[in-house]
């Protein structure tokens, strides 16, 4: 079975800072991780995908987020947070793209950036 | 990426009244997906639904409580039957990207007194 686990329920980061948000997952054979976010009120927002490739992926938002087999992770990263990105973070993960690969997504992490 | 409106955007209802929720996409779509987070949650999917058959429910959510229409490779609406406060969830409709990616509307948020 696959699952994605985020251990922090919030992280907080002063404005400037570099921040990162963890993720771990586990799954069999190569997996799909993706990030998204979440604003107020709003729907989830695609923000990158780590498919094959570089383990470095970039996304919308001067987000990152680092693949490391090994460990297991996939975790979010930003060099320079901004107070605009306090929102919730959800890490997910599915086995493959085929109809019966479902997407399995983190509880959640909430991110607060101080001014 | 997909665009996908979902209406109502919020609605209060009764207990044991039922609503249905729309969502529409601007492009044709094989499947779509309809999940739910209730408050402070994570999400957890209900259904897949596939135009011109019937959805695939995951466990724990059946179709007389949230029947779902696939009436066409762009639309699809969610009821949920007879509601009680435990149902008082944000509802999303998603679409899936060509890697795998989901795409979301902006959530119909539904509070049930």
């Known amino acids: 079975a696959q699952s994605v686990a985020q251990p922090e329920d919030q992280v907080n980061v002063a404005e400037g800072n570099p921040l990162t948000v963890k993720c771990t997952y586990s799954?069999?054979?190569?997996?799909?991780l993706f990030w998204y976010v979440q604003y107020p009120n709003r729907g989830l927002q695609f923000l990158l995908k780590?498919?094959?490739?570089?383990?470095l992926v970039k996304g919308s938002y001067g987000f990152e987020a680092e693949f490391n087999k090994s460990q297991t992770s996939f975790h979010l990263k930003k060099p320079s947070a901004l107070v605009s990105d306090s929102a919730l973070y959800f890490c997910?993960?599915?086995?493959?793209?085929?109809?019966?690969?479902?997407?399995?997504f983190g509880k959640g992490t909430r991110l607060h950036i101080l001014p | 990426s997909a665009v996908i409106s979902q209406k109502p955007s919020r609605d209060i209802c009764q207990r044991g009244t039922s609503l249905t929720i729309q969502c529409q996409v601007d492009?044709?779509?094989?499947?779509m997906f309809w999940y739910r987070q209730q408050p402070g949650q994570s999400l957890t999917l209900i259904a897949t639904?596939?135009?011109?058959?019937?959805?695939?429910?995951e466990s724990g959510f059946v179709i007389d409580k949230f029947p779902i229409s696939r009436p066409n490779l762009t639309f699809s609406t969610l009821t949920v039957s007879n509601m009680s406060p435990e149902d008082s969830s944000i509802y999303l409709c998603?679409?899936?990207?060509?890697?795998?990616?989901?795409?979301f509307g902006e959530g119909s948020r539904l509070t049930v007194l």
């Open positions: 492009s044709q779509v094989t499947m």
């Open positions: 780590y498919i094959t490739g570089d383990n």
């Open positions: 799954v069999s054979g190569n997996p799909y």
């Open positions: 639904a596939n135009q011109g058959s019937e959805a695939t429910y």
């Open positions: 997910a993960v599915r086995r493959g793209v085929n109809r019966d690969d479902k997407i399995i």
């Open positions: 998603s679409v899936g990207g060509v890697t795998g990616e989901l795409f």
